[in-house]
């Protein structure tokens, strides 16, 4: 895959859209690293969160994807995180503003909360967008700074 390696996690009530989303990352050539969970068995959410930032943070994947029920849980896990930029997108147009002015590097979504098709949309515009810069740059620089003034 061109660029890198891209890591999929989900906790339980994510898995179904993880795994459609990992088969078309797979369909378009991308190189997927899957850190679970395997099975809609109840697991922490945390846990597959900070998974996904370690893989980030440490370069084994240059993006990420996750999902949970709402993705809400799941992506203020990996924030911790500083290296990484995680965001909730609910349609196409949050996906490519989270790339242009946020420079984001991974996605969540909420399985109970986006459609199958938005979400398979918005995945493709998150990875085709790039980031702006500029103005933004700045910005970006703070979230790994610590947000202080």
Known sequence: MPGGAIAVASDH?????????KRDLQEAG????????????????PD??????????????V????????GIGISMAA?????????????????RL??????????AFGQRLIGTETARE????????????GRHAGRVAKLSKGCTK
């Open 13 to 21: 009530a994510g898995f179904d859209l993880k795994e459609i989303l």
């Open 30 to 45: 991308h190189d997927v690293l899957d850190l679970g969970t395997d099975s809609t068995q109840s697991v922490d959410y």
């Open 48 to 61: 597959f969160g900070m998974a996904m930032a370690d893989a980030v943070a440490s370069g084994q994947a």
């Open 63 to 70: 993006k990420g994807v996750l999902v949970c029920g709402t």
């Open 79 to 95: 924030n911790r995180n500083p290296k990484v930029r995680a965001a909730l997108v609910h349609d196409v147009t949050s996906a």
């Open 98 to 107: 989270s790339r242009q002015h946020n420079d984001a590097n991974v996605v």
């Open 122 to 133: 918005a995945l493709k515009v998150f990875l085709d967008t790039k980031f702006e810069g």
